[in-house]
Structures are given as C-alpha cells and as structure tokens.
C-alpha cells in the first residue's frame, strides 16, 4: 500500500486549495479513505473521511462547510477541496486508508502518505 499525496503549497487567506492522494494497490476501491493535518506544535488531528463508495462522508467541525472530500475510483485518487482557507489551516496534510470510516476518524489506520504542506498566509 503506498499513498502519495499531492497539492499543497502557499494560499493567502480565504484562498483555495485541492490536494490529492494517489494510491496503489487494490484496496483502493473498498476501503474509506481520509486526511489528517499536523500543525507545528501540535499533535494529528482528523480533517475528513470518505467510504469506499463515497456517498458518506465525515468531516472535522473546524473544517465543515469549507473543505469536501471525493474519490474517484476508476484513478485511485482521493481529494480534499479545501475552500475559505484560514491560517489555522496551516499543516501538513496525510492522507490515510482504513477498512472503515470509524477507523480512520479512530485514527486506528495502519496506512498513511507522506504528507504534503499547506500554508495558509499573507
């Protein structure tokens, strides 16, 4: 399982970003995928989840409303539509998989990405 996240860079506030994560393997298409973010000082945290056939999702209440989880399963890829940016958004962003969206909201998962940086700023 590799997982390669992709999409972040620098947005000013109120800005807009759409990271993806492509992954290998054939578990892609029944497992939930998700993403977490690490700000500097602080430990992981969810940001949201999606089911293997994407009609339920989950999202972190910091982020509801601004960022949208999707998948597209015939590529493999997972997205994260991040709107409205603030600078609290600022993190690493990872991507991760589990058999179930508890999993990974559990931040139970086994699988994660690299991560890629998000800054949000001025």
């Known amino acids: 399982v590799q997982l390669q996240a992709s999409g972040g860079g620098l947005v000013q506030p109120g800005g807009s970003l759409r990271l993806s994560c492509a992954a290998s393997?054939?578990?892609?298409?029944?497992?939930?995928m998700g993403w977490f973010r690490q700000a500097p000082g602080k430990e992981r945290e969810f940001v949201a989840a999606?089911?293997?056939?994407?009609?339920?999702?989950n999202y972190a209440d910091s982020v509801k409303g601004r960022f949208t989880i999707s998948r597209d399963n015939a590529r493999n890829t997972v997205y994260l539509q991040m709107n409205s940016l603030k600078p609290e958004d600022t993190a690493v962003y990872y991507c991760?998989?589990?058999?179930?969206?508890?999993?990974?909201?559990?931040?139970?998962?086994?699988?994660w990405g690299q991560g890629t940086l998000v800054t949000v700023s001025s």
């Open positions: 393997g054939s578990f892609f298409s029944i497992n939930s």
């Open positions: 991760t998989t589990g058999a179930t969206i508890r999993i990974i909201t559990d931040g139970r998962s086994a699988y």
């Open positions: 999606i089911d293997w056939s994407g009609s339920t999702t």
